[in-house]
């Protein structure tokens, strides 16, 4: 089966400084690659994602790349900001046919603290 | 709300106790799953109902027992619980298998288990 692997498993930088959080997994044949935040004590949220077709995908201070051949992603987080203090998770998925869903293997979170 | 509503927030039950997690959709997709979030580990998935295919993670105690009666309604049946079992149990959707794509989850809050 997939195996997630994500590290650091804390990250703390100060406000304004750029945070990087890499993942790695094990199965070739994975095509998607979700992130998660999870502030404390709320649900996780799905904050990007990105396909196998793609190198790299930006939303305003975040970014995720993907190198297929290294099997590794990496979410970006620039101009980090005290709100963006949260536990990330990254998941790997690959089309299954467990009745028709896309069961995604979790890295186990990294918990990024931005100090004022 | 996200579109995905978890009952209770809270429960603290104890050992010989039966209860019921509830959790309910109105995003209209076609995949509804339960997870458990134990500190310091990984996601962990418990049951999957996709097109109304039932999957489940063979490591999960029959104590736990999932219910779903439609698309928009899943159920988590908790009867002679342990003290182990205290964790977070998430419930999320998500609208799979269309085109061969996945997609990404849509989390509910989570019900807090505490089992005395």
């Known amino acids: 089966g997939e195996n997630v692997e994500q590290h650091p498993s804390t990250l703390s930088v100060q406000e304004g400084d750029s945070a990087v959080i890499k993942c790695t997994y094990s199965d070739s044949a994975s095509n998607y690659f979700p992130w998660y935040k999870q502030e404390l004590g709320k649900r996780p949220q799905l904050i990007i994602d990105?396909?196998?077709?793609?190198g790299e995908k930006k939303d305003q201070r975040i970014a995720v790349t993907l190198n297929k051949t290294a099997k590794h992603f990496s979410l970006h987080i620039t101009e980090t900001q005290p709100e963006d203090s949260a536990v990330y998770f990254c998941a790997a998925s690959r089309p299954q046919t467990l009745g028709g869903s896309y069961i995604p293997t979790f890295g186990r979170g990294t918990s990024l603290i931005v100090h004022p | 709300e996200t579109g995905v509503t978890q009952t209770p927030r809270h429960l603290v039950m104890g050992m010989t106790n039966k209860k019921s997690l509830k959790c309910e959709q109105h995003?209209?997709?076609?995949?509804m799953y339960w997870y458990k979030q134990s500190a310091k580990k990984p996601l962990e998935l418990m049951f999957v109902?996709?097109?109304?295919?039932?999957?489940e993670n063979n490591s999960v105690p029959s104590r736990f027992s999932p219910e779903c009666p439609n698309s928009s309604h899943l159920f988590l049946h908790l009867h002679t619980l342990q003290p182990e079992d205290s964790a977070l149990y998430l419930c999320?959707?998500?609208?799979?298998?269309?085109?061969?794509?996945?997609?990404?989850?849509?989390f509910g809050s989570g019900t807090r288990l505490t089992v005395v």
């Open positions: 995003l209209g997709h076609n995949a």
């Open positions: 109902y996709s097109l109304e295919e039932r999957v």
């Open positions: 999320a959707s998500s609208q799979d298998g269309i085109k061969g794509l996945n997609y990404g989850y849509t």
């Open positions: 990105i396909r196998s077709n793609v």
